[in-house]
């Protein structure tokens, strides 16, 4: 009896070594080869699958750069991802499209979509997935541009939620308030959360469980910044940090993890233009610092270029200017000047930061990480 209990606790011990070694492989691995590895077996699904593991090797991932766009010559939607500096790109799914399709923003490896309906999709370029979303209470107006009408996916650090936030303006339209609904993955409708002072001049930013977004009045020194706490559903008001001048565009973006503010400054009839990058403390959510200071180019005779979107990538900032345009700066080089990232694309793109990951699109798995 007591031969076979050894052999039994032995063999349970090999199991247990193998399934810690075989952990710490998964980890890592990159989620494109995960992917893959789901599909092997049941075992391999589950712990694939598992919330707790999922969240650790997002922890691990490396953020890279994607650009979406729409070819409409093939009725397709392309998720690229730029693999190196030299501009090469590698491509993820392409999702079919039978309307133009453009990306609210990306979360955790998953991009938030949407159409001129008014739908709202989520897509897991990495592996393949998506989930299309019941249907928001306000839908009409819906636009890549528009910042009375848009949506932005967001992550709860504390409760592991992933959620979507819809902001459009009220049924009287007023040009100061904004109303705004919540949609919890793996819940069945939407939640409206009030009505707020301070409609949105541009479209928000998530970081670090809270969504951003500027509100502006008569004059841009006069705006504010909104937040949404995406744990505690409510909103908190910041202003501008002091500033001799905030010239004639501000807007906000993510950058190394923190809330960024660009202030452009110039224009052609006051040149140069250049983008001011001021970066908040996330300590004390009041402390600004002026980071970067970058020259714009200009690219036409007659017009300068306001940013689409900045993004930190590999230690350096890219910003997209015109639809098709890509520029680079790298801060340890001695030249505030934008330099030319990739030629330009045979179609309009937009750019995003991204995290390949394995985050399933199942309602299962978000019942089970919500449990």
Known sequence: ??????????????????????????????????????????????????????????????????????????????????????????????????????????????????????????????????????????????????????????????????????????????????CCEIFTIGDKSWRQIGSFHGAPTDRGVHVNGAVYYLTKFRYIASSRINCLNLESENFDVMTLPPRKSYGGHCSLAELEGKLCLLVVEGGHDNPPRTMDILMLDSGDKTTWTHRYHISLPWLMPSCYFTPKHTLFHEGKIWVQLLARNLYCYDPSSTSDELKMACPESEFPFSTHTFIESIVPLRKDYFIKQIQ
């Open 1 to 178: 009896m007591g031969g076979k209990k050894a052999k039994t606790v032995e063999r349970n011990d090999h199991r247990l070594l193998y399934s810690d070694v075989l952990t710490e492989v998964f980890h890592r691995l990159p989620a494109r080869t995960l992917a893959s590895c789901r599909l092997v077996c049941k075992s391999w699904m589950s712990e694939l699958t598992d919330p707790h593991f999922v969240h650790e090797h997002l922890k691990r991932s490396q953020q890279k750069l994607l650009l979406f766009a729409n070819d409409k010559a093939n009725d397709r939607s392309l998720a690229m991802v730029l693999a190196d500096d030299t501009g090469a790109t590698y491509q993820l799914t392409r999702p079919m499209a039978s309307r133009s399709l453009f990306v609210h923003n990306s979360c955790n490896g998953l991009l938030c979509l949407g159409d001129s309906t008014g739908a709202v999709q989520l897509l897991n370029p990495t592996t393949g997935e998506s989930a299309t979303l019941p249907t928001p209470m306000y839908t009409a107006g819906s636009s890549q541009f528009s910042s009375c009408n848009w949506h932005c996916l967001g992550f709860c650090p504390s409760t592991k939620e992933h959620k979507v936030v819809h902001f459009y303006l009220g049924a009287h339209v007023d040009s100061f308030n904004v």
